[in-house]
Each structure stands twice: as structure tokens, then as C-alpha cells.
């Protein structure tokens, strides 16, 4: 914060002990002192000092000088409504000194005086005063010798009411009753008393349904309206108008709600399923939340049913003596999803000598089954070949096994240990080699 002191201002004397200790805050400027201007002004000198907190203020407190005040007043002015300014003279001469502050349109015409008093030398007057209405003004500071500083342009703004609606809901059907409440509020967020001018209902075309007038509210208002059981469906609007004191101005709020025919929901079923198992997992754990539309947890049985419902890429294994998994898999179709074997199976069949056996060949006939031509050389789309294999004998290389059991254990832990990406990674790579086979005419994708 900047201070002018003309340097001829000399045998200046302290201002009054309160400032210095801390009384500025019991003068009712205190609790909004952070929407406080300040201004200074010495009388010899004409300058002028603007802070905004109490701290900076009471640094200034502490300066010694001649003839001069110390002028506060809110920095937010809001029209119609009562505030408080201060002001303290001082100077080496005991006396008084008569004060007017006053408010002029910046336009010109209409001047309202805030201040008109005789101040004592070193004693704090303090003043309540009604805004003006809102618009730009000159705050002007004179006395008999004339104005005591150039003018001062603020803004004073709207007086503006708060109305807050709210419904029990915000969706009724025909028929319903619609409870809502009203609450009144000034711009210092107090609950406002007085009449409320109306409260209309308009229906989805606009028309008033239902009216309210001259309400008598102490802050708070409840309401209800019963709906027609033919009411008309879409957005209904609750239209409150409050009017000043004065009359002078009408203010509008309008809350939405709509009507429709609807069949409520009695309760809310929540499933949560990993994102990913693997086939070999005989346990999935999951989690289901049953709960009523106000919160209540749901009592009851319940019966759930869990379907692989996978669609793309299958891959499975068809010879003369392993075929068992496929039966398996094609009245498990049948069972669980009908009609999907009547869409079709296309088989993209391995050609190795097994996989080309006269009995294999009859069991696809049998299935009905469309058959692709396969590339000439398979192991390019078989997963184990070049995507499982490899890594599993990295792991398995430099081991020695006495007994069968022995490694089929390792080879079970390997795969339990084995992450959900290992598969995705290879099922990724069928994809994108089975398309690369193709357009190669079935010639080798890599070796």
C-alpha cells in the first residue's frame, strides 16, 4: 500500500488510540472487511488512499498528520438497502468541523446526501444510510469551503431477491400431487419476510393451471397441487414473482418439472464381473446389489445364471479321436443361445494329416459345418506354435523332472501364473496373421 505525505506536513499528530488497538473491528465494519474501501484523503495535502483489509488500514493508523480524515465505506453497494459509513477528522486544532457526503448521478440531475453533520476533532461518527438506486454515482466529500477531493465514480448495484423452488420430485404422473417449497432470500443470503406477489402453475402449453397470490412468508412457503388424471404430458414450469417493497419492480423465478406416464422402478440390480477370466478357472468371483429406488437394501432370494457369450474367434481342436470338447460345445449352443447354429458355423480348418482324416471329415459333414480352404501352412495361425510354445520351453529349459506328476505340476503353476494379457497378446496375433496368410496367398506369414 502507497502513502503520500506532502513533505510540508510537519508537527502531525497520532490519531486516536482505538485505531492502534484494534477497535476498528467493533465499529461494524470489521465483519465484511474483506468487500471494504478505504479512502483517505488529507485536507492540506489532497491525496488519496485505497486498501482493502483491516491490516493495511490500521498500518496507516499509526501516521501522524495535519488536518486531515479517515473515510470507510463497503465497496460492494447494493440499491435499496441499508449500510454504514464512518469518518474520523483530525488536525492540531481541537474543534468541529461540518461534513456533508453526498451521492450525484454521474448523468447529473438527482443528488442524494449520505452525510450532513457536525464532526468533533478525533472522535469517530459513525452513520446508517440507504443506498440509492442502482446506477453510476459521485461520491462527493465537502464543507463550507467547498469539495474536499475530486469525485469518486462507484457503481451501485441491483438489489436483487433470491428465490429458491424446489419440488419432492421431478417427475409426476397424471393424477399425482406435487409438493414444492419456496424460500425467500436477501443478497446477504437472509431469509427474507414478506408477501410473495404470485406463484402461477403453467402446464406444458403454457396455460396457467393454478395461481397463488399474496402469500405471506416469514423466509420459507409450502405448496402443493393436485394433477388431473387427464393432465396433460411434458414440461410443467412453477413461475414465482416477488415485488419490492416500493412496488417499483417485479422479480421472476421459474423451476421445471415434467409429467408423463411412467412405470416407476422398484428396485435397481447392480452386476459387477471381472473384466477378464480365463477359461480354466472353474470359481469367477462377482458382486450383485440389489436396492430400492429410496436406498433400502433389497431382501430376497436370488437365482443367477452366467453365459459365455463370446462372438469372433473360437479355437478348438477336431481329429479322429478328439472331438469330445466340440460335441460339448455345439449342445451347449443349442441349449443356450437357439437359433445361432442355424445362422451358420464357418470352420477355418488346421490341414495337417490329422486334422484331413477321412473320420475327421465325416464328423464335419455331419455338423454341417462350411469349411474353409486353409492355407498350405498351418503352423503360421496355430497359437501353440507361435505364440505358447516358445515361451514355455524357455521356461522349461535346464529343468529335470523324476516323475510325470512332477511336470505336469510345473506346467500348471506356469499357467496359473500366466497374466490375462499373455492370452490377449496371442489371440491379437491370430487375427492380424490370419489376415496377413490371406493376402499372401497362403504363403508363410514368418517361420
Request: charged letters at 25%; aromatic letters at 10%.
Amino acid at each position: 500500500m502507497r502513502v503520500e505525505v506532502s513533505q510540508h506536513e510537519k508537527g502531525l499528530r497520532k490519531l486516536p488510540k482505538e485505531f492502534s488497538q484494534g477497535k476498528f473491528r467493533n465499529w461494524g465494519i470489521g465483519r465484511q472487511i474483506e468487500e471494504q474501501r478505504y479512502r483517505y484523503k488529507g485536507m492540506a495535502s489532497r491525496h488519496f488512499l485505497f486498501a482493502r483489509v483491516l491490516i493495511l488500514t490500521l498500518g496507516l493508523c499509526g501516521a501522524y498528520c495535519r488536518d486531515g480524515y479517515l473515510l470507510t465505506m463497503p465497496l460492494v453497494l447494493r440499491g435499496d438497502t441499508w449500510t454504514q459509513t464512518c469518518m474520523i477528522l483530525y488536525g492540531n486544532t481541537p474543534g468541529e468541523r461540518e461534513v456533508t457526503l453526498s451521492f450525484s448521478k454521474v448523468s447529473g440531475g438527482e443528488r442524494w446526501v449520505i452525510l450532513d453533520d457536525v464532526f468533533t476533532i478525533g472522535r469517530l461518527h459513525c452513520e446508517d444510510f440507504m443506498v440509492p438506486p442502482p446506477g453510476h454515482y459521485k461520491v462527493i466529500l465537502s464543507n463550507y469551503t467547498g469539495n474536499l477531493h475530486d469525485p469518486v465514480k462507484v457503481i451501485v448495484l441491483d438489489n436483487k431477491l433470491i428465490s429458491l423452488v424446489q419440488t419432492d420430485k421431478s417427475v409426476y404422473k397424471p393424477g399425482q400431487k406435487v409438493r414444492f417449497q419456496i424460500l425467500t432470500m436477501l443478497t446477504t443470503m437472509m431469509p427474507r419476510t414478506g408477501p410473495i406477489h404470485s406463484v402461477y402453475i403453467r402446464d406444458s402449453n403454457g396455460s396457467r393451471v393454478k395461481q397463488y397470490l399474496n402469500l405471506t412468508t416469514r423466509g420459507i412457503i409450502s405448496l402443493d397441487f393436485q394433477l388431473g388424471k387427464e393432465a396433460k404430458e411434458g414440461e410443467w414450469k412453477i413461475e414465482v414473482n416477488l415485488e419490492k417493497s416500493d412496488g417499483t419492480k417485479r422479480q421472476k423465478t421459474v423451476v421445471k418439472f415434467t409429467v408423463k406416464k411412467y412405470v416407476p422402478t422398484l428396485f435397481d440390480v447392480k452386476i459387477e464381473l471381472p473384466s477378464d477370466t480365463l477359461w480354466y478357472h472353474k470359481i469367477v468371483h462377482g458382486r450383485v446389489c440389489a436396492r430400492y429406488t429410496n436406498g433400502k437394501p433389497v431382501i430376497g432370494n436370488l437365482s443367477l445364471d452366467v453365459e459365455c457369450r463370446g462372438e469372433g474367434l473360437w479355437l478348438f481342436a477336431v481329429t479322429p479321436n478328439y472331438h469330445s470338447e466340440d460335441d460339448r460345445l455345439k449342445e451347449a449352443i443349442r441349449r443356450k443361445r437357439p437359433g445361432l447354429l442355424r445362422r451358420g458355423v464357418v470352420l477355418q480348418h488346421d490341414n495337417a494329416t490329422s486334422h484331413s482324416a477321412n473320420l475327421t471329415q465325416q464328423w464335419l459333414q455331419r455338423c454341417g459345418w462350411e469349411i474353409l480352404p486353409h492355407p498350405a501352412h498351418s503352423p503360421d495361425l496355430a497359437p501353440s506354435d507361435f505364440h505358447l510354445f516358445g515361451p514355455l520351453k524357455r521356461h522349461l529349459g535346464g529343468m529335470a523332472f523324476e516323475t510325470e506328476n512332477d511336470l505336469i505340476s510345473e506346467l500348471r503353476n506356469w499357467f496359473d501364473n500366466l497374466d490375462v494379457d499373455f492370452f490377449r497378446v496371442g489371440i491379437d496375433s491370430l487375427l492380424s496373421r490370419c489376415q496377413k496368410c490371406i493376402d499372401l496367398h497362403g504363403d508363410y506369414v514368418e517361420k
